[in-house]
């Protein structure tokens, strides 16, 4: 049954919950979007350029208040909040400012006489199901391209943050977007699924799991819908020859344990070659246990709970199933005493291949390191997954980083860093981690129409 409220995770106490909309009310709303469409995408491009610019603004001007309903909602330290704030800011401005020229017409080159150009067009009305762990940013990397082009927005946020969501419903009004434009829906999966089957919608972008992203694509697929799918990863990070041990250690921990390791593109597994392995544990361990567990509230924490106590006994399940099996834990392991959803800061070696956590994603505080005798081993291992997200190269060999980033089967890869999002730079991968592609010029094509335009 879907559910939508807020359970404040440091507590575990219901804080306010809120009603599904009724069937009818679903139906009404894509009737809406369908209608808002007909006038949104004849509407100037200036002027929708300037609501994108106001959503921006109001971010930076809420900020504050944003942040807070984030921490309470899923948990994630206040700091980190107000960051993600400023990055979804960021895309909104990104599309208002450099957004108009990405979408001028190409001119083709044609052997034909007269000339033939592509218009990059809009489709329609487009339903997004977003995620509770970046639910501010998950929002605008789609929204923003999307409402630019011309596209309508049905929002169907993840059921514990429904007072972000409204949030960001109530920004978007307030920024100008006319009635029916964006709409945020507390749909449920029926409704959902009934909106993907509607003739009206044109297009589903789903971030989430593996299993939802399977459902979604399946649903798509029967009913001819394009789909932008951003699922799950599981990224390696490679410190080989003649890495910067100090630079290395501090993005890795940074990479697995920032939002409570309750990301995509978090760095799981750390694969270090054999020449490093003792100093790096130590250097990584010494860090890792910095990563104290406190209130999110807190300025100073850089580690608060989980989204949700189910969350945490996944993840304790995962980790539980290692340890049984023989992998070593070398920090942390142990659900700490008391409420809230706290998780801590944990280090794993020894995982195989029929430990649960050699092939899922561990979506929480928990990291994996590997010894390797090689890059080809490195390389081996790092691509037996069934995800294909980001990954990391550490080297200060420049040829040597190119050939590993080369050889990776990633959708993203960083070297000498972590994969960090920005507005102009594409997001998304391979393997089960998803189709297509967001962000930058990238997040404009997926739901356009890329109409050519004959004229002799």
């Not at 080809?376 to 997200?389: H, Q």
């Amino acid at each position: 049954m879907t559910r939508y409220a807020t359970v404040d995770p440091t507590t575990g106490k219901l804080v306010r919950e809120f009603a599904v909309i009724s069937d009818a009310e679903a139906r009404e709303a894509l009737a809406r979007a369908d209608k808002a469409y007909r006038s949104w995408r004849e509407t100037d491009l200036a002027e929708r350029a300037g609501i994108l610019s106001r959503v921006a603004g109001l971010h930076r001007r809420h900020a504050s208040e944003l942040a807070e309903l984030m921490t309470l909602e899923m948990g994630k330290p206040i700091t980190q909040a107000k960051a993600e704030v400023e990055l979804s800011a960021s895309i909104y401005e990104y599309y208002a400012t450099k957004g108009p020229d990405l979408l001028a017409d190409e001119v083709l080159d044609i052997a034909g006489t007269g000339r033939a150009l592509v218009r990059t067009a809009s489709i329609g009305p487009l339903l997004g199901i977003m995620p509770w762990n970046f639910p501010y940013y998950q929002v605008a990397r789609f929204v923003a391209p999307n409402l630019l082009l011309g596209n309508t927005i049905l929002l169907k946020h993840a059921g514990n943050c429904p007072q972000e969501a409204l949030r960001i419903h109530e920004l978007l009004d307030e920024a100008g977007a006319p009635p029916g434009v964006y709409q945020n829906v507390f749909a449920s999966t029926g409704q959902v699924a009934d909106m993907i089957a509607d003739p009206l919608l044109r297009g589903v972008s789903l971030t989430g799991s593996e299993r939802a992203g399977s459902a979604v694509g399946e649903l798509a697929g029967r009913h001819l819908k394009k789909c932008v799918l951003e699922l799950g990863g599981s990224d390696p990070f490679l410190v080989m020859p003649g890495a910067d041990l100090d630079r290395a250690v501090s993005a890795a921990v940074a990479g697995r344990f920032g939002n409570a390791g309750q990301a995509c593109t978090s760095s799981k597994r750390m694969i270090i070659d054999t020449s490093l392995w003792d100093d790096f544990l130590e250097a990584f361990l010494a860090k890792a246990a910095e990563w104290r567990i406190g209130d999110p509230r807190n300025p100073g924490t850089r580690l608060g709970p989980m989204s949700s106590v189910q969350a945490r006994a996944d993840l304790a399940g995962q980790v539980d199933d290692a340890v049984a099996k023989g992998a070593t834990v070398h920090l942390g392991g142990e659900i700490p005493e008391g409420e809230g959803a706290f998780y801590p800061a944990t280090v794993l070696s020894g995982v195989t291949r029929e430990m649960r956590a050699y092939h899922e994603e561990l979506f929480g505080p928990v990291a994996v390191l590997y010894r390797v005798n090689s890059v080809d081993e490195a390389i081996e291992l790092a691509n037996d997954s069934p995800y294909g997200l980001g990954g990391a190269v550490f080297t200060s060999d420049p040829d040597l980083a190119g050939a590993v980033a080369d050889r990776l089967d990633t959708g993203m890869v960083g070297i000498n860093t972590t994969i960090k999002s920005a507005p102009d730079m594409p997001f998304g991968g391979v393997k089960n981690s998803g189709i297509g592609r967001e962000l930058g010029r990238f997040g404009l094509d997926e739901f356009a129409n890329k109409k050519l335009v004959r004229i002799l």
